[in-house]
């Protein structure tokens, strides 16, 4: 059976830095402290393999190793703090890639935030940008890697309406594949309290919009799956 395979480069704008080669090469530096030894076990000359290093180190705007004095014979050699930045990038999209190959695509994971101001106003933003661009919507974005959604939720806000919240609690979890147009994107939508009023409008939000809650339920046409949320908060204010 046929396996399909990708090539991760790094780039510089539009110049390549380093490949699968050169990430071993500079991998191998590191393990062995020297570019003599690093070359033996590439099976390569230690010109060809300076060669290699010095073209890393023009393309990616300084120099990723520092050696010692021997040169050919064998003097030692590290990576430089800018070497060990590229060669942790090109390993962290390699097991990016390694994980999508094996995998395959996965839904996207997002949160959204539900709060009322201190008369029970909903509070909801205008989308700055696509898709639904100028629409009403819950404050809320996508999860970052190595954030739990509640982090996500509560930083979301915070760049969005430029206040602090606590979790109140969960108000449900909303995964039909059709919800986002970009995606299959999934979200988490929490109940927060905020911990001041002073709302201000930053990052995606255009602006923010207070709706009295009489006319809650008049509101049409929403982003995303929104609208639906914001029925289920309906029911979900009038059990708490």
């Known amino acids: 059976m046929l ?9 510089r704008g539009k110049v390549s830095v380093m490949g699968e080669g050169r990430a071993r090469l500079l991998l191998a530096v ?8 690093a070359a033996q076990t590439m099976s390569m000359s230690y010109r060809h393999a300076w060669g290699i290093l010095r073209h890393i180190s023009d393309t990616a705007g300084g120099k990723v190793v520092i050696t010692t004095r021997g040169g050919a014979q064998g003097g030692g050699a590290r990576l430089t703090e800018l070497g060990k930045q ?32 201190k008369d029970g106003n909903l509070v909801l ?18 999860v970052e890697n190595n954030e739990t959604t509640e982090q ?10 430029g206040i602090e919240t606590k979790i109140d ?14 995606a299959h994107v999934i979200s988490i939508v929490y109940k927060l309290e905020p911990l001041s009023y002073a709302f201000k409008a930053g990052d995606d939000a255009a602006e923010f919009e207070i709706i009295p809650c ?6 049409k ?11 289920d908060i309906i029911d979900d204010q009038k059990k708490h």
Request: hydrophobic letters at 40%.
């Open 30 to 37: 590191e393990e062995h402290g020297s570019i003599t030894k």
């Open 152 to 161: 996500a939720v509560i930083r979301e806000v915070r760049e969005e309406l």
């Open 125 to 142: 933003i205008r989308r700055k940008n696509p898709p639904f661009q100028h629409k009403l919507a819950l404050p809320g974005g996508f």
């Open 169 to 182: 609690r969960l108000v449900g979890v909303y995964s039909e594949p059709s919800r986002d147009p970009r």
């Open 214 to 219: 009489r006319e809650i339920t008049k509101i």
């Open 86 to 117: 590229i060669l942790e990038q090109y390993k962290e999209n390699a097991k990016l890639i390694e994980k999508l190959l094996k995998y395959g695509p996965r839904p996207a994971l997002a949160v959204d935030g539900v709060i009322f101001d």
């Open 221 to 231: 046409d929403m982003a995303f799956d929104h609208g639906k949320i914001i029925a």
């Open 3 to 11: 396996k399909p395979s990708a090539k991760l480069w790094l780039k």
